[in-house]
């Protein structure tokens, strides 16, 4: 849970407060997407503060389940979007697709097994 809400922080908070460097890793000044930026960013933070907020948590089975499928959804879908879209035309996007993909496929076993309560 902490390394998702790093991931999820690391991506969010530089869009928030500077979207102009989303135009700057694609390579694409034509185009303003500053308003999306942020609010993907928006939602990023706060999947980076559910995940901090829900650490200690036991997580999987019946236990915090929605934090669980909303990740593992979240990911997933982002991760797959970002890795059709990048291709190999773009090996940033298609990075971050791919450590989505690893975190969305944690989650998808965190979701799916019966959790233990040992740390």
């Known amino acids: 849970m902490l390394a998702s809400s790093i991931w999820y922080a690391a991506v969010s908070v530089p869009l928030v407060f500077a979207p102009g460097l989303f135009n700057v890793l694609l390579s ?8 999306p ?15 901090y907020m829900a650490r200690g948590n036991l997580i999987g089975g019946i236990y915090s389940r929605p934090v669980a ?6 990911l997933l879908i982002g991760g797959l979007a970002a890795t059709k879209t990048g291709g190999f035309a773009n090996p940033r996007i298609t990075g971050f697709g791919v450590v989505c993909l690893l975190f969305a ?9 019966t959790p233990t309560s040992g740390q």
């Open 105 to 113: 496929t944690a989650f998808g076993v965190v979701l799916f097994r």
């Open 69 to 74: 499928i909303a990740n593992f959804s979240n």
């Open 37 to 51: 930026v942020q609010l993907f960013a928006g939602a990023f933070f706060g999947f980076a503060m559910l995940n």
């Open 28 to 35: 694409n000044d034509s185009v303003d997407a500053s308003l």
